[in-house]
């Protein structure tokens, strides 16, 4: 691959997260799925944040998580995302350009307000997240430069911002400009409920080739199967997408690529708090492996390093230096 | 005392905190005294949170602090304190009401932003704040209803809030009614360099018989009564004050009230994580037990479970139930 200023520029929701505890019997009075996301409006948003405990707020977003992750990594990264012009969109701004991440989209005004999602942190340290995408979802193709894509090494793409009908123009308009400038192009399916609400489309974009590496946990590979087994699954998938990366929680993480297939353990922690974030920073880990060539394994390794950072503490985003922590396996 | 509704009514800033790691190069090239805080404008607090790293937002202000240690202690209080109709300031009306805390004073637009306190933790656990007051010195007494302070048997008042003249004025005014209701006044010196801009003012108080309890660390007792041993120093005030509490950090603290003397050790931790909110949970745990009448000594002990609660993670206000951790103390 060319050398190029960007390893990784990164299409997801701008989101900021406001963290709080929940007990099991709250979740079941809210009709919550552990663990999953669901969309919810302003109305809902609003309501939902009166019945929660005290929170705390700190930037999130999937793929803008997995970019906090490459620059702490010390690899180079771009994100856009669309923010409102209000007191949250200056801490997702701020909190992603000071940790290096090049992130340019303008902030509008009169398209509802910066995202926020609403996360539940039960004692077992799972996260159910009620997001409100908010201005997130105006994404629009002009936010895409096809020049600053032709500048990265891979385009990571966010399946949560698949459902929306702008930011999923966006997505094909920044594919097209990978494809031109031979970018590789990534991919997270985010939730199995995602999956399922696109299923078919998916599946499309995958047989056009339009995806060189997918994401996905176990129940979301095998949504899109629609296969009981992740393995079977994944060797489905794998026909038509050149690698498939699945984490498996805290059984580690597989993946197959072309004859290839390597698996790693979970990396072991001290104590598990907050798991929101676990596959972005995984996510993370990978990419900069294979930003840097380093083969499967070392790749999914730098995943299994950084998904273990940022589950010890609450919110998705490191508080250690991961480059640090990943050692020489960087090198 | 008779029956009242609330244990304490606070009035004090109603602040976000916005909490990001720094090292000490960065403190020194910023020109800041470790440990302090100081006032900044808006453009100042716009040019540090640039120059920050990425951070994490909580509901914080002294008082509100403390009376969310009471909330979590499970004794009833009462806040008073100015908000915008921002973002920040749903925050932190969220925060504080999830908590059961009563607080009514409405949000006004035109007044600046909701305070925001930048706060910069170093490695060695100690937090350096630079604190936007924005909406927060916009209090004015309009905002204090005598009737409210009649119903608390303790009022508390944030001696950060005693540099501008509205809140001044507000706090006269909750003075006034307290005194007439039978409520005790407690007050905190919140910070050296605020006792050295109100010196002459603040032994006026004391003279005037206005406060029955004064909260001071080491450094704002010396400053105070301009004296370099700090029990000397308590003993000068003692003669004005009835109860005058002491904060010593890892030594513990004491309490003169009258001819009685009590002291206490700091409660053992695990690990020392970010020591803002310490002298604000202190003071929570002593007035419970000053609103239970449970004596000196045990309302100490009590506020130094609390503040050690507090210090072991990130965020000025407690994470694990207190009065849980107070056990039969507060019995």
């Given at each position: ?36 996301m ?15 405990g ?13 970019v ?12 856009i ?18 940790l ?9 005004s009169?398209i509802?307000a ?12 799972q ?18 430069d ?6 990265a090494k ?16 966006a ?8 494809r031109?400038a ?18 078919d489309?998916?599946?499309e ?8 590496i ?8 095998m949504?899109?199967a ?27 993480a ?18 598990l ?8 920073l995984f ?5 900069a ?22 589950i ?20």
């Open positions: 691959m060319p050398d190029r200023r960007l390893d990784v520029l990164a299409i997801g929701n701008a989101i900021v997260d406001v963290i709080a505890d929940a007990d099991d019997p709250f979740l079941a009075s809210e009709g919550m799925h552990k663990g999953a669901r969309l919810i409006d302003e109305a809902e948003a609003a309501r939902l944040y009166d019945a929660m005290p929170a705390r707020e700190a930037s999130g977003g999937s793929a803008a998580n997995t906090a992750g490459l620059a702490s990594l010390g690899l180079s990264a771009g994100f995302g669309q923010i409102a012009d209000d007191q949250l969109g200056t801490i997702f701004t701020h909190d992603i350009r000071s290096g991440v090049a992130f340019e989209t303008p902030a509008h009169g509802g910066t995202a926020r999602c609403l996360i539940l942190v039960t004692p077992d340290a996260r159910t997240m009620n997001t409100f995408l908010g201005a997130a979802q105006m994404l629009e193709p002009d936010a895409v096809p020049a600053i894509v032709a500048e891979i385009l990571y793409l966010e399946g949560y911002l698949w459902d929306p009908e702008g930011p999923r123009a997505m094909y308009k920044a594919m097209d400009a990978a031109n031979g970018t590789k192009v990534a991919f997270t399916l985010s939730d199995s409920f995602v999956v399922d609400r696109h299923r489309n998916l599946w974009l995958f047989r056009q080739s339009r995806i060189d997918l994401f996905a946990n176990e129940a979301e590979i949504s899109l629609e296969h009981d087994s992740a393995e079977e699954a994944a060797l489905t998938v794998a026909a038509d997408v050149p690698t498939v990366v699945v984490t498996q929680g805290p059984k580690g597989f993946a197959l690529s072309g004859p290839e297939r390597a698996n790693v353990p979970a990396e072991p922690i001290d104590s708090v907050d798991t929101t974030g676990a596959g972005d996510a993370a880990g990978f990419l492996g294979e930003a840097r060539s380093l083969g499967l394994e070392r790749s999914l390794r730098l995943g299994a390093i950084c998904a273990a950072e940022v010890q503490h609450y919110g998705a985003r490191p508080e250690a230096d991961l480059k640090t922590l990943a050692g020489d396996l960087l090198d």
